[in-house]
């Protein structure tokens, strides 16, 4: 008890550890996301979750945090974080470079959002105060989750990864004017609401000015400084201090310390340092994001889901299918692939982490009351924990606007690919796909390339290639793409499953045309030529060869021994 009371929330402290270190990875392993984790165990471990039944059994209360306010104030620091690694992500090159998605597209996604839903509260019976807050905190989406899901699928460089970015990016740098405007309306005063928010706009300007251009003249030397010491400890330290030091600068100006953790972000990823500080800081984002998460679990009242059901489900459907009509809109109107903006669209429908924010703030300065902030929190958490799901109907949904969008692609098809002979069959149009088409049409060699990504061949027939929609696993594509007359099929895909199958189904009905495959390793290169490939290549491998090669050729061992030597451990890996 000692211990306890000498040191505050350890209680909390240890509950929050368990469910980080033991609960949340074994939600993981039923595919449920550390997000979702984090917000279910939060309901779970809350004071209107097992803290109901606390009271008829004492011993439960070991297991409760019931004070959520103390762990609320600590979670805010993990959305500092959070601001953080999103500056750091930005770099105001790639700001610049995105300019005509992230601020023209993603802009009037969220004035377009939040207007609608403004509108829509007021015909329901809000105050003016209380819909434009509702509004803008329902009109941004999750970047937690949603970037998640990109990460995990290995999405992000694809055309819904580029195009859900730009939104999320632009949603994020919204999060600061919407909170100016939270302040603006809590501030008694004459002036109407444009002119509070351009007066404190205008203040704001001039002090994240000031902050910048300082901070480029101070933090790339400190940093120099603290990395010629060669002590990680205190590179990381200098780092905590950059992030929370500027944050806590912008809060003495009378701003959010979000915006001041977005721009020390920002700030430092124009630097050399960049990679490492995300490499250092990325295990204490994790954690107090966590955290954050879990006492925005905490707060929530579940039971209103059980007194308001068919309100509540009204508003997560009518939410969802708002932003996606937007969202798939826009994305068309900005020149995206209708199955592009489908999937965009739906992935993003719905509420996000920073509802949670803008809600506390308006409650903490007294313009909305609890009962509707509970309202909102429930359907922005059920929105959120609904998004896994949602984003595999979303890619399904993508996949067959993708079949209505190749479908006069594959008309042509049909009279390009009889035409071919002694061509080269290349399945998958991937980064090695793409590389091996330009050594082709270099050399004059005829290829047809195939992939099921209706965007990325929609992208590269714009551009002259041939490339044509297809699954190259099924027999009638193959035939369709000239295989019967081939020279060889390149199988180039990055799914080693994927590869295997289609190398087995080839070989089987083709068993005499060359098969090169690209082969994961040495283990899936042998397997592959059990298969029926004729030649194998292994990524790990050939990186490994081509090192060496170069290695031995800067020492000065002759040419010819060095391609000797490589031919021979390319013989013994692969055969």
């Known amino acids: ?85 999103i500056g750091l992500e930005l770099s105001l090159d790639r700001l610049w470079s995105s300019r005509f998605l992230v601020f023209g597209m993603g802009s009037l996604q969220v004035v377009i959002s939040a207007a609608i839903i403004t509108f829509v509260s007021l015909e329901l019976g809000l ?9 803008a905190a329902l009109s941004l989406s999750s970047t937690a989750i949603v970037m998640q899901i990109l990460m995990h699928g290995r999405r992000l460089s694809t055309p819904v990864g580029k195009t859900g970015f730009s939104i999320l990016l632009m949603q994020d740098l919204a999060v600061v004017p919407i909170l100016f405007m ?14 509070g928010l ?12 000031l902050i910048y251009f300082a901070g480029r003249l101070l933090l790339r030397p400190l940093l120099r400084q603290v990395a010629q010491a060669r002590i990680p400890e205190m590179f990381t330290a200098a780092v905590l201090l950059a992030a929370i030091g500027v944050s806590a600068l912008t809060a003495y100006f009378g701003l959010s310390m979000a915006l001041g953790a977005l721009l020390a972000g920002l700030l430092l990823a124009e630097t050399e340092y960049r990679h490492q500080i995300e490499v250092d800081i990325d295990p204490f984002k994790g954690l107090l994001l966590g955290l954050f998460f879990m006492s925005v679990g905490m707060g929530i009242d579940w039971r209103n889901v059980f007194l308001e059901p068919l309100q509540i489900a009204g508003a997560v459907v009518g939410l969802w299918l708002l932003k996606a009509i937007i969202i798939s809109g826009l994305a068309m109107l900005f020149g995206r692939p ?20 803008i809600m506390a703030a308006a409650v903490s300065a007294g313009l909305i009351g609890a009962e509707l902030e509970q309202f909102v929190l429930i359907v922005a958490g059920l929105s959120m924990l609904l ?45 090695v796909g793409q590389m091996l088409s330009r050594i082709l049409d270099a050399e004059g060699v005829d290829y047809v390339a195939l992939d099921a990504d209706a965007a990325l061949i929609t992208t590269f027939r714009k551009m002259g290639r041939q490339v044509f929609y297809g ?57 592959l030529k059990e298969l029926g490939a004729t030649y194998c290549t292994p990524e790990t491998v050939e990186a490994s060869l081509q090192l060496a090669g170069r290695v031995l050729l800067n020492i000065g061992v002759n040419t010819e021994i060095v391609e000797r030597r490589i031919t021979e451990q390319r013989l013994a890996e692969i055969g």
């Open 1 to 85: 008890m000692e211990t306890h009371s000498a040191i505050p929330y350890l209680r909390e402290l240890l509950i929050f550890l368990a469910a980080a270190g033991i609960a949340v990875p074994l939600l993981s392993r039923l595919k449920i996301s550390p997000v979702l984790g984090y917000l279910l165990i939060g309901g779970i471990i809350g004071p209107f979750g097992v803290g109901l039944l606390a009271m008829n059994y004492p011993v439960l209360s070991q297991f409760v945090i019931s004070e959520v306010e103390g762990v609320r104030a600590l979670a805010e620091v993990g959305v500092i974080f959070l601001m953080f690694m």
């Open 127 to 135: 105050s003016l105060t209380g819909a434009l807050i509702v509004g």
């Open 471 to 527: 699954d190259a696993s099924r027999v009638e594509i193959l035939v369709k793409a000239g295989i019967d007359h081939a020279a060889a099929v390149a199988v180039t895909m990055n799914d080693p499953a994927a590869v295997s199958r289609i190398v087995s189904e080839i070989h089987s009905r083709w068993p005499t045309i060359p098969i090169h495959a690209r082969a994961r390793d040495s283990e899936h290169a042998h397997r």
């Open 338 to 357: 209708r199955s592009v903006a489908i999937e965009t669209g739906i992935l993003l429908g719905q509420s996000g982490e920073f509802a949670f924010i």
């Open 387 to 431: 998004t896994p799901l949602v984003a595999q109907f979303a890619h399904l949904m993508s996949r067959i606007a993708a079949g209505h969008e190749a479908s006069a692609a594959s008309a042509r098809t049909d009279d390009h690919f009889h035409q071919s002979s002694d061509h080269i069959v290349i399945a998958g149009y991937g980064r």
């Open 182 to 195: 939270v302040g603006v309306l809590a501030t008694p005063g004459d002036q109407g609401l444009a002119e």
């Open 198 to 209: 351009s007066i404190a706009l205008g203040k704001a300007f001039l002090a994240v000015t």
